[in-house]
């Protein structure tokens, strides 16, 4: 079993930069798919980026040169740095481990406002 839980969300002006973490619970952190998924009001959860167990990323086309996934499987976190952000930003940002089984964090809201 894998608990996620999510910090770093909050307010912050257009063109501003927000840094979310994702720290796991348990063992073997580093054999997870780990990705980011967001949901605004009245939308589906969409897929924002995705890092392997070997370092690999990619990325929404939404997001590509502005986001940047990372992991630190010595401290079981996985971060999310977003610049230049946007209204159309807006949403919450969850957490997903991905192997053999999924897990889901509970989400960090994220609003992009001036």
């Known amino acids: 079993q894998v608990q996620l839980v999510e910090s770093g969300g909050g307010t912050v002006q257009p063109g501003g930069s927000l840094r979310l973490s994702c720290l796991a619970s348990?063992?073997?952190?580093?054999?997870?798919?780990m990705l980011w998924y967001r949901q605004a009001p009245g939308k589906q959860r969409e897929l924002v980026a995705v890092?392997?167990?070997?370092?690999?990323?990619d990325y929404a086309d939404s997001v590509k040169g502005r986001f940047t996934i990372s992991r630190d499987n010595t401290k079981n976190t996985v971060y999310l740095q977003m610049n230049s952000l946007k209204p159309g930003d807006t949403a919450v940002y969850y957490c997903?481990?991905?192997?053999?089984?999924?897990?889901w964090g509970r989400g960090t809201q994220v609003t992009v406002s001036s």
């Open positions: 997903h481990a991905r192997y053999l089984n999924d897990y």
């Open positions: 348990g063992s073997s952190f580093n054999i997870y798919t």
């Open positions: 890092i392997g167990s070997g370092g690999n990323t």
